[in-house]
């Protein structure tokens, strides 16, 4: 089974993305095939993406999660600012984190170092907190998408309050993907 662990973002926060994709879709001339948009439905906050395990090994990263949520605090996270990862051509755009990312950070790294230790290979890039806007299939489309996020630096969305983590399944079908939780702990 393909597993990821991630925060959950409320509804206020999934319609503005949605808004947000709008507006980008109508400011941008791409073809529809050259950028694959995220149905604002499906966004998450990834901490770590595990991708395929065995079923058995599912029991194993929920009870890691556990442990680790007990031992962080809640936190308010501002989501905020349009970037893109991939240099002059994106091949993601994003909305990224304000204030709280530093409470976002250790959590992540709180998750990444404890799998670790019970065998899960270790992040070899710096955690990045971001909600996925779209993924590019096309270089010339990232470079029209890399340009326009820069008018979308200060842009604000709102707060999201981090107060549980969630192991998650993801079933990949061709009309996308189906998320079901495996577990939800909260934060103290």
Not at 1 to 29: N, P, Y
Not at 42 to 66: S, W
Not at 178 to 183: I, P, S
């Amino acid at each position: 089974m393909r597993v990821f662990i991630a925060i959950d973002i409320d509804e206020g926060i999934r319609k503005g993305l949605a808004d947000l994709q709008s507006e980008l879709q109508g400011k941008v001339d791409v073809k529809k095939s050259d950028v694959k948009w995220v149905n604002p439905e499906n966004v998450h906050l990834t901490l770590k993406f595990l991708g395929e395990i065995k079923d058995e090994q599912a029991v194993e990263v929920c009870n890691i999660v556990k442990e680790v949520a007990s031992r962080h605090k809640g936190f308010e996270l501002d989501i905020e600012s349009v970037g893109h990862f991939g240099g002059r051509s994106a091949r993601v755009l994003w909305v990224g984190m304000g204030a709280g990312s530093d409470n976002l950070c250790r959590l992540a790294k709180g998750v990444d170092e404890q799998l670790a230790s019970a065998g899960w290979p270790k992040e070899t890039r710096e955690f990045s907190g971001h909600l996925t806007l779209c993924r590019v299939r096309n270089p010339k489309a990232g470079i029209k998408l890399a340009r326009i996020s820069e008018d979308y630096r200060d842009f604000k969305l709102g707060v999201v309050s981090a107060d549980s983590v969630s192991v998650y399944q993801s079933r990949l079908r061709p009309t996308g993907p189906v998320y079901t939780v495996l577990g939800n702990y909260k934060l103290q």
